[in-house]
């Protein structure tokens, strides 16, 4: 009889795929039964276990303690069987074991937030009574087993936040007809979400599948699940139109995510009416969510129709036009409305007061034109306003005094004129005010400048605004940044400034102050960045600016300052960049007048030697027509001087000369084995000069499209109009007519490229500091290229390679051999004056960091270079070539990067070429890690947006970066990291 049993039993456990478990069963001779078998199956479980779990499972096995009291454990109160495994959150890791087939009375199984690997076992399927089953936020890989399909009394299922790969079985949607809650996301499940019309989960309310690579249409037997209240589709790849009905059919619909997916509306992509409409019946609708999809059309004017319920509604980053329906604000109950980084035109409706209860408002980087309606200053509870990146003019209203729960005011990069408003100084609760890129006039009112509460940042740069400083200035003693550069302020600075004792960056730089630079600003307890560049100041610099243990930039250039330049502190780190165009200075930093010296007789026979020499490169490098028809054979040096430079600055530069004969004998005739680089544009050798000069040697490839002299002028106009601490500075050149090369410093750390993928080994990893520095670096020097050199210039190849990492891994961005030269519009911005292909024919740059507008036609632009710069941040962050194989099949980095934000950040980094800090079991550094990491990945999406208008400026971006590396300054990491070794992983 036993026997007969054993046999049928397993029939049965073959048809569940379970003969394993079963044959094990039988090999015990089945002799243990009810609560012993039980409690063998936990100790099996427990044996799966590698690390030591005796700290969370410290009493299981434990003779003189029964099994239902073990940790984790609930039995039934009377068969004292097992029906409860809960060990949430034990720190366990290991193997989950198959013997939990055995606990047949299991009807919950919680195993979440540990730290358990492997597959999931297809045993699981055999407990016919489990109800819930949790196994979310491990490190579980391998596919969804079928047999969890045949968990017929199943209502919880949560396998979210593992490594769970493969497709989702259909047996799960189709057998599990009792389930309410499923949550699979944060994985990489792909393939379709299954679908079959005869499948009814009508008890589903919970449908979680976020942040995975699921692919296709949304299913129309969705709407079989009538009670669904919560869908979350948001961060994968879904496709198709947004559907028309099958949202109709749930009226208990609370919470809809379809973000970030390639959806589209109806009628080719103009049409959003259908899909909107579909959701009138979703009485309780209170989360909509359908940004990153570039959905097209006009948004409808019965948006107004929707759930009176409805909080937050999320629409940015499409590109829906038109204007915004002024019916929207019927939606009384409103906390949250992102319209940003769209196509929207028109003006802004003034009926949007009526939404109340609004808390947020974002209408940013869209075409909306017009004034600010004044009855926004009557939305009690509005904590945020960003209506900038608009084409908005007129006057900023008074009424926003009115916004007693006003924290940040962004009006940036606008066209609005007249004053600031005195009554802003009324939002008593402000921490961030941005005002920056308009055309605002007049005085800062000495209200606003008392803002006491301001805690971020205060931007009213790029304006016009006029007069002294206030001195109410001083009463910000909370403000992080203090932006008033790009304006015509004049007077002194005011002592007063260093009550501003929280300051870390203060940019005063092109405006007209004039006197001596205060002690009291050097002495600022936290300042690391200080810009006085192009004003009037005068006088010796302050000791208190030596003395300073914080300040990491300074920058005085093109002021009238005198006296000698100290070698300690900050100096220490500063080249002659930081002092350019102060006639009056003297020290020891190579470039600036030697104290005590004179060296004006060895100029005066300048225009001889200018005379005699004659050389086409020199010529070239000023600019003479004649450079094409060269034939001598060395060159003088003309880089490092930027055009504002008066002519006893001029005077005062080496112009050494270097012979092709001295290049042969630098680089041993340039051996193979002295080769450190090569690309479409040349060669790159190392050598070393007489006097133990180590240099890099660039040889112009003769098959250079345009001509071997094409590229030769251009990489010399550019550089020669160029002078920043990131930008590659030139000892000198050397051209004849079949030999062009440029002489610069030799860089010991190489690229970027080879730093991250080394030929030979794995990378040794940068720590995070560093990694953020050499962002802000590159940043820095593309922002100086794009806004601040005498001549603009869009490098047009911005990638890993072209990076160099000198001794102190400060970040130097090279290879101008496809840079453009571009002038300035009538605001300011730059635009382009060269044809968008380059000599070659080609597209400007290399693959995978081309901006997309490029391919269609599209000039070399800033925007260009912001794009390749988020592919840049992108590629640090992941680990990951925008050409890797993962990418070919119509992925792109982005898009991979978005398939997993925001929800998967381990997995975007899991690559990282990052090492540990000595911090790494903080639980507070890993929280600010994470946070900033989140930061980087942002800004490398928005950097790498597809569309132009949605990038952001380099200025800003150098912006966003140099407050990351404050961050990382102010919780004390960047010395700890410094001091951690370089062979551990991220």
Request: hydrophobic residues 40%; negative net charge; proline residues 6%.
């Amino acid at each position: 009889m036993a026997t007969t049993f054993l046999v049928v039993l397993m029939l049965i456990f073959a048809q569940l795929g379970l003969v394993t478990i079963a044959a094990a069963i039988a090999a015990s001779g089945a002799t243990l039964r009810g609560a012993p078998r039980d409690r063998a199956a936990l100790l099996s479980f427990m044996s799966g276990i590698t690390a030591d779990p005796q700290h969370a499972l410290a009493n299981w096995g434990d003779p003189d303690t029964h099994m239902c009291n073990w940790t984790g454990i609930t039995c039934h109160r009377v068969k004292q069987r097992v029906v409860q495994l809960v060990l949430s959150g034990r720190d366990l890791h290991g193997l989950i074991s198959p013997a939990v087939f055995s606990l047949s009375f299991l009807a919950v199984l919680d195993l979440s937030e540990n730290f358990f690997s492997g597959i999931i076992p297809g045993e699981i399927g055999g407990l016919a009574r489990l109800q819930q089953l949790s196994l979310s936020r491990n490190l579980l890989e391998g596919s969804i087993p079928a047999e969890l399909g045949f968990l017929r009394e199943l209502v919880y299922l949560d396998l979210g936040s593992n490594r769970i790969s493969g497709h989702i079985p259909k047996t799960l949607f189709c057998n599990c007809t009792s389930l309410q809650y499923a949550d699979l996301s944060n994985n990489s499940l792909a393939g379709e979400i299954p679908s079959a019309n005869e499948c009814r989960l009508a008890d589903l309310r919970f449908l979680l599948l976020w942040s995975n690579n699921l692919e296709g249409p949304i299913p129309p037997s969705l709407s079989n699940s009538s009670m669904l209240e919560w869908i979350d589709f948001e961060s994968n790849r879904l496709s198709g139109e947004l559907p028309s009905d099958i949202f109709d059919k749930m009226p208990f619909l609370q919470f809809l995510y379809l973000s970030y997916n390639n959806l589209s509306s109806h009628d080719s992509n103009t049409n959003l009416d259908p899909f909107f409409a579909s959701l009138r019946n979703c009485s309780h609708l209170q989360e909509l969510e359908l940004a990153g999809n570039k959905l097209g059309g006009e948004i409808p004017s019965l948006i107004g129709n929707l759930s009176s319920n409805l909080l937050q509604l999320h629409l940015e980053e499409n590109i829906i036009f038109g204007p915004i329906p002024p019916n929207i604000s019927n939606l009384v109950n409103l906390t949250y409305l992102n319209l940003s980084n769209n196509n929207l035109n028109g003006s802004i409706p003034p009926d949007l007061s009526r939404l109340m209860k609004l808390e947020r408002v974002y209408l940013s980087n869209n075409l909306l034109s017009g004034e600010i309606p004044p009855s926004l200053g009557e939305i009690p509870h509005l904590g945020l306003l960003d209506i900038s990146g608009n084409r908005l003019s007129g006057s900023i209203p008074d009424t926003l005094s009115n916004l007693s729960q006003l924290r940040r005011l962004m009006l940036h990069k606008n066209q609005l004129s007249g004053s600031i408003p005195p009554s802003l100084g009324n939002c008593i609760n402000l921490e961030v005010l941005d005002l920056s890129y308009n055309q605002l006039t007049g005085r800062i009112p000495n209200n606003v400048a008392a803002l006491s509460s301001l805690k971020l940042y205060l931007n009213l740069s790029s304006n016009h605004l006029e007069g002294p400083l206030p001195l109410e200035l001083s009463k910000m003693d909370m403000i992080l940044a203090l932006d008033l550069s790009s304006n015509n302020l004049s007077g002194t600075i005011p002592p007063q400034l260093g009550s501003c004792v929280a300051l870390e960056y203060l940019n005063l730089s092109s405006n007209a102050l004039r006197g001596p630079l205060p002690g009291s600003i050097g002495a600022l307890p936290y300042l690391e960045v200080l810009d006085l560049s192009f004003n009037q100041l005068a006088g010796t610099m302050p000791e208190s600016l030596q003395a300073s243990s914080s300040l990491k930039q300074l920058n005085i250039s093109f002021n009238n300052f005198s006296g000698t330049v100290p070698t300690e502190g900050v100096f220490a780190h500063l080249s002659k960049d930081s002092f350019l165009g102060n006639s009056g200075l003297c020290g020891s930093i190579i470039g600036i007048s030697r104290c005590g010296t004179k060296r004006a007789h060895r100029f005066m026979i300048l225009p001889l030697i200018l005379t005699l020499v004659g050389t086409p490169c020199l010529l070239c490098l000023f600019g003479c027509p004649m450079f094409m028809k060269s034939r001598a054979s060395t060159c003088l040096q003309s880089f490092h001087q930027p055009e504002k430079l008066d002519k006893e600055e001029q005077q005062k530069q080496d112009y050494p000369r270097i012979s092709y004969r001295q290049l042969m004998e630098a680089t041993s005739g340039f051996a193979e084995s002295n080769l450190i680089g090569a690309g479409s544009f040349g060669h790159v050798y190392k050598g070393v000069l007489r006097d133990e000069t180590n240099i890099a040697v660039k040889v112009l490839d003769p098959k250079c499209g345009g001509g071997i002299s094409g590229c030769f002028e251009r990489e010399c106009q550019v550089l020669k109009r160029t002078r920043h601490r990131n930008l590659i500075r030139v000892i000198t050149a050397c051209s004849k007519p079949d030999f062009k090369a440029l002489v610069l410093p030799l860089i010991l750390n190489g690229s970027l490229d080879s730093y991250l993928y080394p030929p030979v080994g794995p990378s040794h990893g940068l720590d995070l500091s560093q990694l953020i520095c050499i962002l802000s670096d590159v940043a820095e020097g593309v922002a100086y290229l794009h806004h601040f050199a005498p001549v603009r210039v869009v490098h047009c190849d911005l990638k890993p390679s072209n990076v160099l990492l000198d001794e102190d891994m400060t970040a130097i961005v090279s290879d101008f051999g496809i840079a453009r030269l571009v002038k300035q519009d009538e605001n300011n911005d730059i635009t382009n004056s060269s044809p968008y292909n380059s000599i070659t024919g080609l597209l400007q740059g290399s693959v995978g960091y081309i901006a997309p507008e490029y391919g269609l036609g599209g000039r070399p632009s800033a925007q260009g270079d912001v794009y390749s710069f988020g592919v840049l941040v992108l590629e640090m962050i992941t680990g990951k070539r925008p050409t890797d194989a993962l990418f070919h099949e119509g992925l792109s980095l982005q898009e991979w990067v978005k398939s997993h934000y925001p929800h998967d950040i381990e997995v975007i980094t899991s690559q990282a070429p990052l090492r540990d800090s000595s911090l790494v079991d903080s639980l507070y550094y890993k929280k600010l890690r994470r946070e900033l990491m989140v930061e980087l990945i942002e800004l490398g999406l928005v950097c790498a947006s597809f569309s132009p208008a949605l990038r952001p400026t380099m200025i800003n971006v150098a912006h966003e970066i140099a407050l990351l590396k404050q961050d990382l300054v102010r919780h004390g990491i960047e010395a700890v990291e410094h001091s951690s070794t370089p062979d551990s992983s991220f």
